[in-house]
């Protein structure tokens, strides 16, 4: 008899871990890298450098680097 009661609490010792295992305690996993949000990065149409869009000039809807880039307008090369 004893051997029948340890035999259903260890089965459902197991079920309870495999609940437990399907089913984790909520625990909320942020799927974006918040980095990428708080700063955008915009690529110079003139050079093709990467920089933040807070320090990019944008004309024309083409973003560049800086103010001598932006005069001289977007490069030949379409890359
Ligand atoms: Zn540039």
Same mark, same amino acid.
């Given at each position: 008899?004893?051997?029948?009661?340890?035999?259903?609490?260890?089965?459902?010792?197991?079920?309870?871990?495999?609940?437990?295992?399907?089913?984790?305690?909520?625990?909320?996993?942020?799927?974006?890298?918040?980095?990428?949000?708080?700063?955008?990065?915009?690529?110079?149409?003139?050079?093709?450098?990467?920089? +933040?869009?807070?320090?990019? +000039?944008?004309?024309?809807?083409?973003?560049?680097?800086?103010?001598?880039?932006? +005069?001289?307008?977007?490069?030949?090369?379409?890359?």
């Amino acid at each position: 008899m004893i051997r029948l009661i340890m035999w259903v609490a260890l089965i459902a010792a197991i079920v309870w871990f495999i609940k437990r295992l399907l089913n984790p305690p909520a625990k909320k996993t942020r799927a974006q890298a918040p980095e990428v949000a708080a700063a955008p990065m915009v690529r110079c149409a003139q050079c093709g450098v990467h920089l +933040l869009r807070d320090r990019a +000039l944008s004309q024309d809807q083409q973003w560049y680097c800086s103010e001598a880039h932006r +005069l001289e307008g977007p490069a030949a090369r379409d890359r």
